[in-house]
């Protein structure tokens, strides 16, 4: 490090250089998560209004706070460990607050942090608060962001000749009007680089700043843009600031930190819509709704259906692992729904108002609750976004020759029931069956039960035999009348009522007598299925979720029939999200061809709502939320499994099948007040009862034929009972109807051919998604507690918006992006262009650019930002023609150094009279780390690179993937965003976490990041990398630090830093040399190395 800070000594250029330190919204934070908890835990006794005032303290004014409690000071600003508020929480004083019992340690750890803050405390004084009404049109009136936006126009201004775009004309006007004139154009190659790392996130190659200072043709910079525009490393930078707005992430976070798969499809979509300059207003309908879009955008290339991604952000929630109280969780994450909804699209801290009417904007409760609605009726899940004809592809071909297979079948299998008689008696055939004697559902029982009747004793016992069934039946149907009440029998009409999808559901029930053709094996089929709804009828490939209406849990226990394989699942969602308790889990993965029953203890949850999802394994929601249980569901007929323990190890969790195979079928659905099992009432013995009566064992004998050979019939047919479909499975299964290739020659051919057919069913593209459920209106949580709930709210926009009625839920999510795209919405345009002009000039018009509320700073240039919004929806929504228009502006092109005057009279820019010097955001100054030593890999799409780290930084497990040094040499936006583990690197650079929106990132000077530049194992990586590149070429030593200056500076050095840059060198090679090093690498790394940390390499000017 010494050798280092020699050389920057030697380096550092005297620059003056000039940011702006955004805060963090601490007002926000306060409203959002201090406001409310103190209202429900503390005002009742310490608040202007209590009645009597405990110990003299008021919590619900800045000057109550600050004055503190009789006894003195209950906050140090700063300082939580050594605040009386805090240590009262914590239980750490005589008396531990507040007396209703203990604050959760996440409300402590937010009155911790918000203590760390400095205590901020946003309002009015005590008396001003206690009389402030919530007034929705006198705030609307007052505020600027609720009026609409004005069709400005350019103002006239004095320098005509400055002017080059009608924006210049509303920043010379101001400047003119402060009495201060715009500083100098930029030089070209301070100009491209500002332009390339703005557009592209890249700095330009020598080559390119060669080219640009060659070319002078009077639209030589026009040019520069519009190649910037065009490539493929737009839509990469310009995706990454979309990210941060909807807090992208592969991981759920909390506790384990379960995956998201397939997110990294949302942020190949995004650089795909940025380069291919979708209309934003198309772009938000997909971002909001792109699941319900009739004529979606396609990708022809994927053959995918590229709208459909664009709901994958409302899947990138935080949630709880294993929440006692799945309400509560799930308003959490709904309420980050709701809050990166509003913040990113209207620029409104509309989550603010969760717990009362909004403290300062025009947003009531009933304004949240009314959004709240729309977003939690929406399902998380995984969904295939492959084109029909690409998942249906052979379909048609599975259908036809599926045919034929049943017709050989059913002629394999008559001929087969034509000698059953003969067979009935064989010695081999009757041990083979011994056990069915005892089992009295057996359709083979009533033949090993009465085939040694004399012919006087059969009738009698036949007789006995058929009013026991009769009995039995009449019995069982009682028995399930009396203890289940039935939910949903998806054998019918209740089917319509369950959302569907995947290339294998039917949209309708199918009837008794399906089968499936085994994808490999001597084994044909693996039995007669009875009616339901399946997903494998003509592949195991094929994907499918099915979700039962949300109800209310009003009993002990819910149960399902079901079958399944390959890890395909059942499970139980409550309010909206996997839960579990004690370690129990409501997950049931299927590992049975047979129907069987499950069933779910439900009495814990009572009073809940949830629903019921039956989904192949890939389409599960929460997937990678819960280990794999130690116990299955083997589905065994009329078994009830108990719910499968937590496994304790991560090898135990659940393993995709790599060949995609996951299949389920289900029938029935009951709600029960006990543990019992429900009993199956039909049985395939009873169509043996059926037709004439056989008098003698032989005659039932061929009684058995004959009924068999009927039951073939109908299935060749398609028209089979369920009784009869219960008999020909048993035979099936059984094995006494030729099932196999070996004893079937004719079918080898067409079951053949079947499956190489099957095995062209293309694996599917998944990635995060929602299915809507198109739920209820929801009630208003009086003080956001959910455990008192209001009268219900109808789902509907701001008020203070309009307040559009969505009246459709089904589609409540696509009228919603229709309100945003109106000309009646204020907002929308505005807090876009407001975006892009920060992206490009450091700061927003709007500098708070998440918040245009009242504790948001008003316009600096209210004329430009409603021009802009205007001149953008008249370019079609179009965000290259807006970041066109504003980087060919005169103000970009304006160099980075101020007047004297605007120095001292407008520090902060605020009327840009020069342009500021940004620092590269982190992915930026990675990603030309490795551009400059030659290591950029610049390969699109695809996923995500797992997070190199340390073997010592203790973010490694055994579970925890750990990527290359120098992520594959892949852009920063192809690694690997996790909620618990972070980037480093990134990190220290400002990184935001992905837990809200944020479209201003902290712009920090910490230790830690020249430290970073210093020791970080990957700047280490790419300055031997690029002393190698370096030494590769045959040029002088001085072309060389030419050649290294331009490309990770832009210029070349001056005189001194040339003269710098050879003396280090020198000293270098000496230091190296007596290590037996190559001391001329050393040296020539140890500069790179040295570059890589000058100021200048991560600001642009």
Known sequence: MSKLCRLLGLLLTATTLILAQPRADESEFFEKEIRPLLATQCFGCHSSKANPRFAGLSLDSREGVNKGSDSGPVIVPGDPDHSKLIRAVRGQTPVRMPPSGPLKAEQIAALARWISMGAPYPGETAQAASQLEFNLDQRRQEHWAWKPIQRTIPPAVHDETWVLQPSDRFVLAALERQGMKPARPADRRSLLRRLSFDLTGLPPSPEELAAFEADHSPNAYEKQVDRLLASPRFGEHWARHWMDLVRYSESHGSEGDPDTPGAWRYRDYLIRAFNSDVPYNDFIREQLAGDLLRNPRLN??????ESMLGVAHLAMVEYGFQPLDPLEDRLKWTDNQVDVFAKTFQGLTVSCARCHDHKFDAISQKDYYGLYGIFSSARITESAIDLPEVANGNVAALVSQKKQIRKELAASWIDAARQLPGMLGR??????????LSNTDSALQPWLALREKSVEAFPAAWKELADHWKAEIAARREFDSKNFQSAWDLRGSDYDQWFKRGSGVPQKPVKSGEFAILPNGDKIVSGIYPAGVYSHLLSQRQNGVIQSPRFKMDTDSVSVRVLGGSYATAQLIIENHGVSRGGHFFRIPMESDEMGWVRWDTAFWKGLTGYIEVATTEDVTYFNTFPRPKKKATGTKNETEDMPKAAEKPSERPVKPKDGRSWFGIDKVYFHNNTLTPKDDVVGLCYLLEGETPKTPAEL???????????IEAWENDSLSDNQAAFLDYFVRQGILPNSLKASEKLQAPVASYRAEEEKVPLLKRAPSVIEEAGGDQPLFIRGNHMNPGQPVPWHFLDALGGTVYADHATARLSLAETLVSPQDPLTSRVLVNRVWKYLFGSGIVRTVDNFGKLGEPPTHPELLDWLATRFVDDGWSTKKLIRLLATSQT????????????????TNKWLQHMPVKRLEAEAIRDSALFVSGGLDLTMFGPSIPTWYARDSGKTSGDTPKGPLDGGGRR?????????????????????KPSSTRGQRDITSVPAQSLALLNDPLIIDQANRWAKAVLAKDQTPSARIEDMFVRALGRPPFPEERDAAQTLLEQMRKEHAPAGADADFAAWSDLAHSIMNLKEFIYIR
């Open 300 to 305: 022809a290339i994927d053959r995918t259906n």
């Open 892 to 907: 970009y092109q304006m160099d980075s150094v101020p007047s004297n005057d605007a120095a001292q009279n407008d520090p």
């Open 972 to 992: 920063s936006v192809y690694l690997e965003v996790r909620r618990n583990i972070s980037n480093p690197f990134l990190e220290v650079f400002d990184q935001p």
């Open 427 to 436: 010695t081999t055939f009757l041990a083979a069956h011994q056990d069915d």
């Open 701 to 711: 004998a061929r009684h058995y034929s004959d009924q068999l050979v009927k039951a």
